[in-house]
């Protein structure tokens, strides 16, 4: 079955950097869209980033283009999500997660496997 595990959470201050990594295993990697999502204490799941299959379309919500980016390495089976510039409120658990389809949008009803989630933590 297909797993995904998310690794590089952690406690940053405003204005820093970190880089999550999300590994997959269980069918073919390069065959699908990925995505990652977060979720804040409190409130709903939230589309934050997504790439195709590829690695050459993606698309941000707007409260994190330009400081965000994602990307994918199909020979590693991974995709990644470089966080710049960080602010408090993108303090969430971040989850990463794979679509059904070759290239994929910001609906979770788009993907069909998820990870467990990393914490990421931004002190003022």
């Known amino acids: 079955q297909v797993q995904l595990v998310e690794s590089g959470g952690g406690l940053v201050q405003a204005g820093g950097s970190l880089r999550l990594s999300c590994a997959a295993s269980?069918?073919?990697?390069?065959?699908?869209?990925m995505g990652w999502f977060r979720q804040a204490h409190g409130k709903e799941r939230e589309f934050v980033a997504t790439?195709?299959?590829?690695?050459?379309?993606?698309y941000y919500d707007d409260s994190v283009k330009g400081r965000f980016t994602i990307s994918r390495d199909n020979s590693r089976n991974t995709v990644y999500l470089q966080m710049s510039r960080l602010k408090p409120e993108d303090t969430a658990v971040y989850y990463c997660?794979?679509?059904?389809?070759?290239?994929?949008?910001?609906?979770?009803?788009?993907?069909?496997?998820w990870g467990q989630g990393t914490q990421v933590t931004v002190s003022s």
């Open positions: 997660a794979q679509s059904h389809w070759p290239n994929t949008g910001s609906s979770t009803r788009e993907y069909d496997y």
């Open positions: 269980g069918r073919t990697f390069s065959m699908y869209g």
């Open positions: 790439i195709n299959w590829s690695g050459g379309n993606t």
